[in-house]
């Protein structure tokens, strides 16, 4: 609450109540008493039992009224996030906003809007000849609803606009999908309906979700394999906020061509099936920095073995080599149990089984990591836990012995 300016004599001043905008000296008045009191007891003894209402969304009404009054200011804005609107209503109150931001280049938006929204409003939103500029980054932020938001009929509502015949993507250099919702989620058909015209992406990140697949993910990077600079992909399981192991990602492609295939691609991380030498086996790609991919087995191996394993090592330390004579390289590979640091040689795990299995005689030598299990690596994952790393020699040994095995 907030009393603002003064007035003319025998003229109430204006008083903010919540969302409000409402004339009344007394209340001010009586805020200041309370501002001035010291004590509870000081305190009004018998308060009234008027109810005060605050508008939920006086923040997207008040926001439309400026942008309809002032048109150039509305025209000034370039980039916008909305937050923890999720409900028909507000979509609306969304799309008729984002109408006055003419010159609109980035959109944070809830993932509800691409239910709630129909085709008309974001073919305007994507600047399909309507706007005077065009928007160029998309972020689309999922969270679990409450049970009565779900169970409220209104909000079960699907205009499916990525049908709309008018609907392009082709403005877009930056996609972004984050989060994971018990409610209507974003799918790979959703994808696969998008990439019929984001053909100019230079940005793809779809993380901590686990509604989107990498089906739908590749669906997007081959319409714009010509342009993609940036993907990443991290899944994110169905049972809370734990990184799914790359056993429970499942595909029937094979993607280990498509992704050197991208000439632009130089940041990479993502989550897939399987994979092979044939990945690494373009020297012209243009990887640069860390490069991490997570994945489940071998392509075309039933039950992988180590040698098999082995040849997907070499390859990606041949690329490693290659690439590090010009712009540097380091890959890591992730399995559920182990990652394998090329460039050092390292296999970073948690050896306490093999060390029972061996009579703690295996491994010889270990050493403390600051990496953890897949999900727990990168930013939160710099202190020592639970994992160690031995050198790929002793890790072949401990194969041999059958105190561990490669995948």
């Known amino acids: 609450m907030e009393c603002r300016g003064s007035s003319p004599a025998g003229q109430p001043e204006m008083a903010y109540l919540g969302n409000g905008l409402q004339p009344s000296g007394s209340l001010c008045q009586k805020v200041e008493g309370w501002l001035e009191a010291r004590y509870l007891s000081e305190l009004e003894k018998s308060p009234?039992?008027?109810?005060?209402?605050?508008?939920?969304?006086?923040?997207?009404?008040?926001?439309?009224?400026?942008?309809?009054?002032?048109?150039?200011?509305?025209?000034?804005v370039h980039r916008v996030w909305f937050n923890g609107?999720?409900?028909?209503?507000?979509?609306?109150?969304?799309?008729?906003?984002?109408?006055?931001?003419?010159?609109?280049?980035?959109?944070?938006l809830p993932w509800i809007a691409l239910r709630h929204g129909n085709g008309g409003q974001w073919s305007r939103l994507l600047a399909n000849g309507t706007r005077e500029a065009s928007l160029s980054s998309l972020e689309l932020l999922a969270v679990d609803l409450k049970e009565s938001q779900i169970a409220n009929v209104a909000n079960h509502i699907d205009q499916r606009p990525l049908n709309h015949p008018s609907l392009d993507f082709g403005n877009l250099t930056k996609l972004k999908i984050f989060g994971n919702t018990n409610f209507a989620p974003i799918t790979n058909d959703d994808l696969r309906l998008m990439a019929r015209s984001a053909t100019q992406l230079q940005e793809l990140h779809v993380t901590s979700n686990s509604s989107i697949t990498i089906e739908g993910v590749m669906d997007l990077v081959n319409g714009s394999s010509e342009t993609l600079r940036i993907l990443q992909f991290s899944p994110l399981s169905k049972d809370g906020f734990d990184h799914p192991g790359p056993p429970t990602i499942q595909s029937h492609r094979h993607f280990c061509e498509s992704l050197p295939a991208c000439p632009q691609l130089s940041d990479l991380s993502i989550s897939l099936p399987s994979l092979?030498?044939?990945?690494?086996?373009?020297?012209?790609?243009q990887w640069a920095g860390e490069l991490q991919i997570r994945f489940a087995d071998v392509c075309g191996e039933a039950q992988t073995s180590y040698g098999r394993l082995r040849d997907v090592l070499a390859s990606a330390r041949s690329l490693m080599n290659t690439r590090n004579q010009g712009t540097p390289l380091s890959i890591e590979l992730f399995t559920s149990q182990w990652i394998y640091e090329i460039g050092p040689g390292r296999i970073h795990g948690n050896f306490d089984m093999a060390r029972v299995l061996s009579g703690g005689l295996w491994p010889a030598a270990e050493h403390a990591s600051r990496k953890g299990p897949y999900g727990q690596t990168g930013l939160y994952g710099k202190d020592i836990g639970p994992y160690s790393w031995i050198t790929e020699e002793s890790f072949v040994d401990g194969l041999e012995r059958g105190y561990v095995s490669c995948l």
């Open 48 to 76: 009234s039992g008027i109810a005060v209402y605050r508008d939920s969304f006086c923040s997207l009404r008040k926001t439309i009224e400026l942008f309809s009054d002032y048109p150039s200011l509305a025209a000034s």
């Open 85 to 108: 609107f999720y409900v028909a209503e507000t979509t609306q109150y969304i799309f008729r906003i984002l109408a006055h931001c003419v010159n609109l280049q980035a959109v944070t």
């Open 276 to 285: 092979c030498p044939t990945l690494f086996s373009r020297p012209e790609v």
